[in-house]
């Protein structure tokens, strides 16, 4: 499969959530392996993608009309995981930077937990592995692959995996 070339006016940033593909961004080609790997590109730069592996691959893109530059000194199309942690209540996470936003891969263990918290800036959310618990605001839900949330600004949330399989 193949997305030819093309350009838009929001930011936009990427990843695979499963398989790998390639993808072009203003000239410089770079394959996105599963969950390793991310993109963060500005408004109105070309970019394409295609997969060669033969076998299904699923990525995510989100795109932004306006975000202010959080991360300045962050440059460059192609992103890669940075500071990882551990939470004391066994949540691992791996963080992706860009100029305007974070990605936070976070893989939740049974038993483990994000304790309920807020904080500046909204956030969204994707399962893309087993399932968890999570919780926005007054509202509680459980998440498989592909579920998403939104936590406004200051909303509080958090999650909890209280089954067999690790969650991503």
Same mark, same amino acid.
Not at 14 to 29: T, V, Y
Not at 30 to 53: F, G, K, M, R, T
Not at 116 to 129: N, S, Y
């Given at each position: ?54 076998? !299904? ?10 975000? @202010? &530059?959080? %991360?300045?000194?962050?440059?460059? +199309? ?49 399962? !893309? ?10 509202? @509680? &839900?459980? %998440?498989?692959?592909?579920?998403? +949330? ?19």
């Amino acid at each position: 499969a193949e997305l030819k070339i093309h350009a838009h006016p929001e930011r936009q940033i990427g990843m695979a959530l499963k398989g790998s593909f390639s993808i072009q961004i203003d000239g410089k080609e770079e394959c996105l392996e599963e969950l390793s790997n991310a993109y963060a590109i500005p408004p109105n730069v070309a970019h394409s993608a295609i997969n060669h592996s033969g076998k !299904v691959a699923i990525g995510l893109d989100i795109k932004r009309t306006h975000c @202010e &530059e959080i %991360f300045p000194e962050k440059q460059g +199309y192609f992103i890669y995981p940075e500071n990882e942690r551990t939470l004391s209540t066994g949540i691992n996470m791996r963080f992706f930077l860009s100029s305007w936003c974070e990605v936070m891969l976070s893989t939740i263990p049974q038993h483990a937990s994000m304790p309920t918290h807020q904080h500046r800036g909204e956030q969204i959310g994707i399962a !893309v592995q087993g399932n968890y618990l999570m919780q926005v605001g007054d509202e @509680e &839900e459980q %998440f498989h692959f592909g579920k998403i +949330y939104y936590a406004p600004d200051e909303v509080i949330h958090g999650a909890y995996n209280p089954f067999a399989e690790t969650a991503i």
